[in-house]
């Protein structure tokens, strides 16, 4: 069984930073990526960032240079560094990790964005 457990998430003003991290745990050898996904009210959950075991990254368009996604491998942690948030960013932050062809999820975590 996957476990991940995600941390990170609140309430920030428009400009500001937040880092989300996701600590995976259980049956995860052989797994090949990990990232994460957001979903907002009404909206269909799309892709942010993603990371391979090989440590090969990418992200969606709509990052456009405002996050970073990054691991500690010694314990199966992903981070990623968001910055300048604006209220579009405000959504729920699912981590995942792919292993054998599938997508395990976290319960996700809240980020809010004022304006």
């Known amino acids: 069984q996957v476990h991940l457990e995600e941390s990170g998430g609140g309430l920030v003003q428009a400009g500001e930073s937040l880092r989300l991290a996701c600590a995976a745990s259980?049956?995860?050898?052989?797994?090949?990526?990990m990232g994460w996904y957001r979903q907002a009210p009404g909206n269909q959950r799309e892709f942010i960032a993603g990371?391979?075991?090989?440590?090969?990254?990418n992200y969606a368009d709509f990052v456009q240079g405002r996050c970073t996604i990054s691991r500690t491998i010694r314990t199966n942690t992903v981070y990623l560094q968001m910055n300048s948030l604006n209220p579009d960013d405000t959504a729920v932050y699912y981590c995942?990790?792919?292993?054998?062809?599938?997508?395990?999820w976290g319960q996700g975590t809240q980020v809010t964005v004022s304006s």
């Open positions: 259980g049956t995860i050898s052989g797994y090949t990526a």
């Open positions: 995942f990790l792919r292993r054998l062809n599938t997508n395990f």
């Open positions: 990371i391979t075991v090989g440590g090969h990254t």
